[in-house]
């Protein structure tokens, strides 16, 4: 079945640590999405990609990083920069296409506490 | 800034009661329109979207979200709510001006169905 792998599904880091969330899509979707989720505040924009080799940044980017190295994995890093990692992080990708039709398929998400 | 905003953080109902989220966002012009609902322990799954046409859409689980462009909303809407309809619901956009497929989500809102 083609979808979303995210993984580690709970992960636990320290502070001061870097920590790697890992995205990979067998859809051969072209563009991939990093979005956090807080309670309330919905889903916010960190980081997407619209093609390999390529990234542009979202709306809260700071404390971040991506790669985009092949087409099915979109891996982020969350720095030790990142002032409140505590949260919620979902992938998701997209096939693109026809302009307007951006359906996400999401993965199930990791959730992410700094102790 | 772009923006959506959705007026109701926590909603309960009682089976059979209709439903109504509101849903309101920033843009002018164009937009595409989402719902999105995540019900418990599950993925992010689109309930419905509208590109253009009827501004009346229906979409799955018997929901249907009307387009007011007078009023830049999007409200949600069912006329009678079952115990699993108990998720969190997400109203998103994109924007008239984005290519990239980059959805602005709003808050989410939580319903919670009594049996």
């Known amino acids: 079945d083609g979808g979303i792998t995210q993984s580690p599904k709970y992960l636990f880091r320290k502070e001061g640590q870097n920590v790697t969330l890992s995205c990979e899509q067998n859809l051969n979707h072209d563009a991939m999405y990093w979005y956090r989720q807080d309670p309330g505040q919905g889903l916010r924009l960190i980081y997407y990609s619209q093609i390999v080799n390529d990234f542009q940044k979202g709306d809260i980017a700071e404390g971040y990083s991506v790669s985009r190295e092949k087409k099915e994995s979109f891996p982020l890093t969350v720095t030790s920069a990142q002032k409140n990692p505590t949260a919620f992080y979902l992938c998701?990708?997209?096939?693109?296409?026809?302009?307007?039709?951006?359906?996400?398929?999401f993965g199930s998400g990791t959730r992410l506490t700094v102790v | 800034a772009q923006s959506v905003s959705q007026h109701n953080h926590h909603v309960i109902l009682s089976e059979a009661a209709s439903l109504e989220l509101g849903c309101n966002y920033s843009?002018?012009?164009?937009?595409?329109l989402f719902w999105y609902v995540q019900y418990p322990g599950q993925h992010l799954q689109l309930l419905l979207k509208?590109?253009?046409?009827?501004?009346l859409v229906k979409g799955i689980k018997g929901f249907e979200a009307e387009f007011i462009k007078s009023k830049f909303s999007f409200n949600l809407r069912k006329p009678s709510v079952q115990w699993s309809d108990t998720a969190e619901y997400f109203c998103?956009?994109?924007?008239?001006?984005?290519?990239?497929?980059?959805?602005?989500f709003g808050q989410g809102t939580t319903l919670q169905v009594k049996p």
């Open positions: 998103a956009v994109r924007g008239p001006s984005s290519n990239t497929g980059k959805l602005i």
């Open positions: 509208y590109f253009s046409g009827d501004p």
């Open positions: 998701a990708s997209t096939a693109g296409g026809r302009q307007g039709d951006y359906g996400y398929t």
């Open positions: 843009y002018g012009g164009t937009v595409n």
